[in-house]
């Protein structure tokens, strides 16, 4: 007779106990015990501890599996049980870790394996491979693919958050925070008043009438600071979108600036001079070409595509030149100038920033966070079974990506959702928007070293988003790198890996529409191909999500300096624009406010969110992955002190690179 010391562990989230009868079976290679019921005085209370003995006539020789049963109580009574992990001492003396992490419910089964990771060749028990494979084809059944429009990435076959399984949906605790619509954060900014007014804003010094009083720092400069052009330039490089500008070697043909409209702003050099020492921008929105403007509250609402010219002084500051608002010239169209009236040249940028509305909120949030990580998250659940070291990795970058899209999708950019009805890129405009940036999706795009090679700005001074990121994105690599150099110790393992291989064929098929000229791979050849490819999933997930999404409220809750939509076209001469043609141009108050709501919803903070490099399951009970997990973070903390000394000096602190303000996933 031998005893096996089995230890469970009950989820410490909300309703995670239970009063059901739980029953554990353990599988080895040489037998399996007797179906045990885990009896306990006190039931599976959240948080708790039991341990229990496991009687058996013979060692069962290596473990393969644990089955974990839920019946009723007294036939009657059930509820489901929240399971962190099993873990089982055996007769040899060793330990052995069984990661759960899922909700058991009445009359079902769970199949847990150990966590020492494997890959699918290496998993040779004919058990185990049974196993494997069921686990693969269920999670096939119950993750599917579905075609939201065509030409954009595929997304998840759901269309409610309540149809996804327990385990990937919203803890009950973000659930019942996130649930607090639009409409709850118009009361909380106090705005509730002001949310069916269609009159215009009297005056830019009315808005102060109506903040809220919880606004922070940046925020403050932001209202100060955002007609100066000093800031506007430094946007380009450190606000919401810092994925546009890029060295400028050659000025487009339909961009028409000369050296006369430009040299107030050049200190008596020429475009050329400044072009050659690599000092010349541009942020061209040509991907808004043809779109037509929303119709938000009855009323026709206005697009541009801008061409802004920048220049980067003598004091390291991004300076803009020059703005063409349409993308063909002509004399209807004329290039706004600082040496312009200060009223035209403020509508001018005004329009910019409503561009940069579209672009940034369609292209580089959702889609190139968003969608590419429930892309990257389905995926992962189809195809790598809990076993697989890539899973055990990406897990925590999957953390409630699915549920927030879906809610995305029905509550923001749907018929009547909040973008639709206060975005001027809404409707017909936005799918066409979506479906252009996809076609324009490149892998180098994506990764951050390749993306600042492309721009060129290596060296642009005081461009913190990519001097963080870059230190970030490095961290992540060197984690990755070790992590995987663990398992795929040369090239033939990676290609070997079928389940591998399928999940990066499936990205490109259903993420990347099998476009083989976006540079997406399509398989693995080589350990390096794979180590970039994850390191890029885990920073999108992650610290471009950041970037890209956490500054929506301080950037953009002072509506001028992020409307969300435009109400008159812009000017066809210059001369002509007045204080009163701006405001009338300016959203309603009705669209600023909601506008308002809707920011300060997607940037809201969530007491269930986890840090980059928190890794609140135990998957693991190998010593090399447990050590590099602490190495990682200690070079995460190591970042976020250097960003904090940084910022003391700064006047306007970047913080959304700090590690400490980046989420694992996307879950905001």
């Not at 506008?595 to 969110?609: E, F, I, N, Q, Y």
Request: net charge negative; proline share 5%; with cysteine.
């Amino acid at each position: 007779m031998v005893i096996y010391r089995v230890t469970a562990h009950t989820g410490n989230r909300l309703l995670a106990g239970t009063t059901s009868h739980i029953s554990i079976q353990l599988r080895g290679t040489e037998a399996e015990s007797e179906e045990h019921n885990l009896k306990h005085i006190k039931g599976f209370q959240q948080g708790s501890v039991h341990t229990f003995e496991i009687h058996c006539k013979a060692s069962l020789g290596e473990l393969i599996s644990v089955k974990l049963y839920s019946k009723p109580f007294m036939g009657l009574l059930y509820n489901q049980w929240f399971c962190d992990k099993i873990s089982v001492n055996t007769p040899e003396g060793d330990t052995i870790l069984f990661p759960c992490y899922c909700w058991l419910d009445c009359n079902e089964r769970l199949v847990l394996r150990p966590a020492k990771a494997s890959l699918v060749f290496q998993d040779t028990n004919p058990i185990a491979q049974r196993q494997r494979t069921r686990q693969r084809e269920e999670q096939q059944k119950l993750f599917r693919w579905r075609v939201y429009a065509e030409g954009t990435p595929q997304v998840i076959d759901c269309d409610t958050a309540l149809a996804l399984p327990a385990e990937v949906r919203f803890s009950f605790s973000k659930e019942t925070e996130f649930y607090s619509s639009a409409g709850k954060q118009l009361a909380a900014l106090k705005l509730t008043g002001l949310a069916g007014s269609r009159r215009s804003w009297e005056s830019i010094s009315q808005l102060e009438e109506i903040l809220c009083e919880n606004i922070n720092k940046t925020f403050e400069y932001i209202q100060e600071h955002w007609d100066e052009d000093e800031f506007f330039g430094y946007q380009f490089l450190n606000g919401l979108n810092p994925m546009m500008i890029q060295r400028c070697s050659k000025l487009p043909e339909n961009f028409p600036v000369t050296d006369e409209m430009v040299k107030a702003s050049l200190s008596g050099s020429s475009l050329e001079q400044e072009m050659k020492k690599g000092n010349i921008f541009l942020s061209d929105y040509k991907m808004l070409d043809g779109l037509v403007g929303n119709v938000v509250s009855g009323r026709q609402q206005y697009l541009t595509v801008p061409l802004v010219l920048l220049y980067c002084n003598t004091q390291g500051m991004m300076m803009p030149i020059a703005i063409q608002l349409r993308q063909k010239p002509s004399k209807e169209n004329p290039i706004f100038l600082p040496t312009d009236s200060k009223a035209d040249w403020k509508l001018a940028k005004i329009f910019v920033r409503n561009a940069e509305f579209g672009v940034h909120e369609v292209d580089f949030h959702l889609l190139r966070t968003h969608l590419l990580s429930e892309v990257f998250t389905v995926a992962t659940l189809r195809h790598l079974p809990s076993p697989h070291p890539l899973y055990k990795l990406l897990f925590p970058h999957t953390r409630y990506t699915l549920q927030i899209n879906i809610m995305a999708r029905t509550d923001l950019i749907s018929k009547d959702g909040a973008i639709t009805m206060y975005a001027g890129v809404g409707g017909e405009s936005l799918e066409k928007l979506m479906k252009r940036a996809t076609a324009s999706l490149t892998y180098s795009s994506l990764c951050l070293p390749d993306n600042i090679s492309e721009r060129g700005l290596e060296k642009v001074p005081n461009y913190y988003y990519r001097d963080d990121g870059m230190k970030l994105w490095n961290i992540i690599n060197k984690f990755v790198e070790a992590f995987l150099s663990h398992y795929y110790q040369h090239d033939e393992l990676v290609q070997k890996d079928t389940e591998l291989q399928r999940w990066i064929s499936e990205i490109f098929t259903n993420g990347f529409l099998g476009r083989a000229r976006s540079g997406i791979p399509s398989s693995f050849q080589t350990l390096e191909e794979l180590i970039k490819f994850v390191t890029m999933v885990i920073f999108t997930a992650s610290a471009q999500h950041a970037a890209v999404n956490n500054g929506q409220f301080d950037f953009g809750g002072w509506m001028p300096n992020y409307p969300t939509a435009l109400r008159k076209p812009p000017p066809k001469e210059k001369g002509q624009t007045t204080e009163g043609a701006i405001l009338e141009t300016l959203p309603d108050v009705s669209t600023t406010v909601n506008g308002m709501a809707v920011l300060k919803l997607l940037t809201k903070d969530s007491a269930d969110h986890y840090p980059l490099g928190y890794f609140p399951e135990h998957l693991y009970d190998e010593d090399v992955p447990c050590k590099l997990i602490k190495d990682f973070q200690k070079d995460l903390r190591e970042l976020s002190d250097l960003i904090e000394e940084r910022n003391k000096k700064l006047e306007l602190p970047y913080t959304y690179l700090n590690p400490k303000n980046v989420d694992n996933s996307v879950a905001i």
